[in-house]
Structure formats: structure tokens, C-alpha cells
């Protein structure tokens, strides 16, 4: 998300609208024109905003904000899915969780799309690179974004550096919603002291519950780049 608002910046007369959980927003508001819990009826919001629904839809999350994405299409609008972390279980998402997400997966009809005059399209890095053979292609789009970064228009998000070792607390962070921006595994620094006994996790509503046993003990991990 971060890294299409600072694309869009790039380009003149964007509206960004986006979605996010609340402990989040302060971090991010500058980033984008609009912003929304994700937790919240977002779909009246932008309707109220943009009445006429929006151009393009971008979905890393898939389940029921499928169903919202496709609302929200302007005629000749495109949804875009490239990722479904609502589909993704973990240590504090059960099954139960994901076999509700795929319930409220839409059913995607094409006389609708049709009707409405709507596109839906998916975008997979991996499946373009290693499945479908597109490297060239791939090479001539991070060409252009490494042109952006190094004329200062773009700049990589990052919110923590780990340890090899931490990969699994790392993991953990992303399931949890707890990052803003990337996650980065530096094979060249030790391990945080104490950083598998942190028990630190994020919950739907994205409040942090910690477990105060201990505290002094734990070292609090800082933003690698603010």
C-alpha cells in the first residue's frame, strides 16, 4: 500500500483512497488523500466522496473485501487482486478464520462484469517471474523503478531489520498486521536478546496485547527507517 501511494505521487491528479487499521493511520496519513479504518463501512465513505466509485482497485486482502472492491468500480473500472492475506493462517488466526474468508469470497459473475462494464485481473509476482517466464518484462518495469528511486521520487518503506534466526517472529508480525512497511532478514546481525519470549501480538482490531511479565527484561524493537 505504502508503495503505490508513493507511485501514484508520482503521477499529477491521483486521489488515493485507502484502508487501514486505526493504529496505523498517524504513520501513514500523509501517504494518501483519504484514509479509513478497514475495520469500518469504507465502501459508503469513498461513495460518499467519489460518487461515482473509483477507477482502480487494488486488493492484497481478498474475502469479503472482494465483494466491496467490485461495489466500488466505476464503468470501464479495473479490480485488481495481488495478494490474499485474508486467506493466510497463523498462529493467531485459526482455520475457522480462513474458512470464513473464502466464504465471503464473491462469487464473480461474468454476465455481471459485462453488465456493468467492469474488469477483474490478478497479478502475481512469483507465478510472472518463475511459472510464466516474464523476467524480461519484470527487469524493464524494476528498471523504471529503480530510475525513480535514485531521482528521489520513490523511497523503500521499511519497518523493522531481523535476524535469521527471527524469521519465524518476523512471519509472526506480518500475520498480525503489526508492520508498517517491509520486513527486512539480515544475514549479518545477531539475533535481538529475548526476542522469542516476546509475546507481543496484534489483534483484528490492531491493539497491541502484551504480556507485562517480564517487561524490563525485553528490549522494544524500533523502526529500522522512520
Not at 530510475?147 to 524469521?167: M, R
Request: net charge negative.
Amino acid at each position: 500500500g505504502q508503495a503505490v501511494a508513493q507511485l501514484c505521487s508520482t503521477i499529477p491528479n491521483v486521489t488515493v483512497f485507502g484502508t487501514a487499521s486505526s493504529f496505523k493511520h498517524e504513520a501513514i496519513k500523509d501517504s494518501v488523500t483519504h484514509l479509513f479504518d478497514r475495520n469500518a463501512d469504507y465502501v459508503q465513505e469513498v461513495k460518499r466522496i467519489s460518487t461515482d466509485g473509483v477507477d482502480i482497485v487494488l486488493d492484497c486482502l481478498c474475502g469479503e473485501n472482494t465483494g466491496k472492491g467490485l461495489s466500488l468500480l466505476k464503468p470501464l473500472g479495473t479490480y485488481i487482486l495481488y495478494g490474499s492475506s485474508n486467506m493466510v493462517t497463523g498462529e493467531t488466526k485459526s482455520f475457522f478464520s480462513f474458512a470464513k474468508s473464502w466464504w465471503q469470497v464473491e462469487k464473480v459473475n461474468p454476465i455481471k462484469l459485462y453488465e456493468e462494464n467492469k474488469v477483474i485481473a490478478g497479478f502475481s509476482l512469483l507465478n510472472l517471474l518463475f511459472k510464466q517466464n516474464r523476467g524480461g518484462l519484470v527487469k524493464g518495469v524494476m528498471d523504471k523503478l529503480l530510475n525513480l528511486y535514485n531521482n528521489k521520487k520513490i523511497k523503500p518503506v521499511v519497518d523493522s531489520l531481523w535476524a535469521l534466526e527471527e524469521v519465524k517472529e518476523a512471519m509472526q508480525r506480518i500475520h498480525d498486521r503489526g508492520n508498517i512497511g517491509k520486513l527486512i532478514l539480515d544475514v549479518e546481525k545477531a539475533p535481538t536478546p529475548l526476542m522469542a519470549n516476546d509475546s507481543t501480538e496484534t489483534s483484528e482490531a490492531g491493539e497491541e496485547e502484551e504480556d507485562h511479565e517480564g517487561d524490563n527484561e525485553n528490549k522494544e524493537r524500533m523502526p529500522f527507517i522512520q
